[in-house]
């Protein structure tokens, strides 16, 4: 069943509170009933697909897991170490941030979301765990100490905001001189037409906010990165018709990064 929401009947400039009132309605959803059909695949047969080991997932929470909605894997390129500090950008019900949690103890992992039920999952799910903790906020402002990190991570997220600038800025402000910035977003080979960029349901659908890869690229760039790895995530599918006639049409796949702060 094709479950992409239908687009807007007029095509207007994006309305970005109608956006995030849509993007937060369906990552409630993921957290509190990760078990419906989604427009987009989720949980630990989409984790494995990916890449992630299963001995990793098997010592992290299984809720969390199930709830999982990245778009691949990172970590082999983020190679955290005992003590790190991690900051995960977008931390959904947790995932990626436990998994970091095991790789940088006693390190820190702060995980920030805007979803109040991914942020009320996270916690209830990380409460006896030592060095991980989520915030509510907005990636665009994470309430971090500059200079304060070593890795920032994030998973399917960065596609969802409208501004992307900002975002990696941020990002290049909390890490520490060399710290690394390792994640996994959705990006385009072509530019895609306002019919697609300016359509708030698409945009929730992972579509219609991704960048074309090498504005991408120089966006992340012109925040203080050099980019040392990009590979595609291949095993990623995106589910629906209207994705996946997206993906025919405008290249749409997803990658996974890491760049180093200079
Ligand atoms: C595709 S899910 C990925 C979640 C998690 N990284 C994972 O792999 O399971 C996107 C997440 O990003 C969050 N999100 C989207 N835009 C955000 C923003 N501007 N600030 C904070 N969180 C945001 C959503 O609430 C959602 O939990």
Redesign the pocket.
């Known amino acids: 069943m094709d479950t992409t929401p239908e687009p807007s009947e007029a095509v207007g400039p994006l309305d970005t509170v109608d956006l ?1 009132d849509r ?2 309605a ?3 959803q ?2 509190d009933y990760p078990f419906q059909e989604f427009h ?1 695949e ?1 949980g630990r047969s989409l984790a494995e697909r990916l890449g992630y080991p299963r001995d990793g997932l098997d010592r992290i929470p299984e809720e ?1 897991v199930d ?5 691949g894997y990172f970590h082999d390129l983020a190679d955290l170490k005992p003590g790190e500090r991690v900051l ?10 436990f998994l970091a949690a095991l790789a940088v103890r006693p390190g820190l992992v702060v ?5 109040r039920a ?1 942020i009320a999952k996270a916690r209830r799910l990380a409460h006896d765990r030592g060095n991980v903790e989520f915030r509510e ?4 402002e994470p309430s971090v100490e500059d200079g304060s990190i070593d890795c920032v991570i ?8 409208p501004d992307k600038g900002r ?1 990696f800025a941020v990002a290049a402000r909390a890490l520490r001189p060399g710290g690394r910035l390792a994640i ?1 977003d959705i990006v385009t080979d072509a530019e895609m037409p306002e019919t697609v960029t300016c359509d708030a349901s698409l945009w929730a659908a ?1 579509i219609g906010g991704a960048m074309q890869r090498g504005l991408f690229v120089e966006t992340i760039e012109e925040a203080g990165f050099h980019i040392e790895t990009i590979r595609p995530n291949e095993a990623y599918q995106f589910l629906s018709r209207r994705a996946q006639k997206a993906t025919a049409k405008y290249g749409v796949t997803s990658i996974s990064l890491l760049a180093r702060k200079a």
Do not use: P, R, W
């Not at 995980?111 to 979803?115: E, N, Y």
């Open positions: 995030e993007v937060k369906i990552y409630e993921v957290a987009f989720t969390a709830s999982f909605a990245g778009v995960d950008l977008g931390s959904g019900s947790g995932t990626d941030s995980g920030i979301d805007m979803t991914q906020g907005h990636i665009e994030s998973n399917g997220v960065i596609n969802l905001v975002v996994a992972c």
